[in-house]
């Protein structure tokens, strides 16, 4: 069993930067692609970043291209997703993916999620 919990959100104003991650506890899935997604109200869930197993490819949704970072630790089971330069339009619960095969960008193509953290871009 694998269980993600994410840590980090809050308050940032617009320009600001937050880092965010997720912390595997359990069987560790160090073969496992990971992936951030974010869902605004009202709004569907919508892929943001991804990560192969060894953190060699990363992947990453044109809207936060060049300000948000994806990034891993397998030695701490740990992503973390440093996001620079926020805009209020990035005002979402992100949460953390793990998938063992399957299309990066497709939420139902993976295995585990975590519970999601809050992120509120706003002056």
């Known amino acids: 069993q694998v269980q993600l919990v994410e840590s980090g959100g809050g308050l940032v104003q617009p320009g600001g930067s937050l880092n965010v991650s997720c912390t595997t506890v359990?069987?560790?899935?160090?073969?496992?692609?990971m992936a951030w997604f974010r869902q605004a109200p009202g709004k569907e869930r919508e892929f943001v970043a991804a990560?192969?197993?060894?953190?060699?490819?990363?992947y990453y949704a044109d809207s936060v291209k060049g300000r948000f970072t994806i990034s891993r630790v397998n030695a701490k089971n740990t992503v973390y997703l440093q996001m620079n330069s926020l805009k209020p339009e990035d005002t979402a619960v992100y949460y953390c993916?793990?998938?063992?095969?399957?299309?990066?960008?497709?939420?139902?193509?993976?295995?585990?999620w975590g519970q999601g953290t809050q992120v509120t871009v706003s002056s």
């Open positions: 990560i192969s197993w060894s953190g060699s490819s990363t």
């Open positions: 359990g069987d560790y899935v160090t073969s496992y692609t």
């Open positions: 993916a793990a998938q063992g095969s399957g299309r990066y960008y497709l939420g139902d193509e993976y295995d585990y």
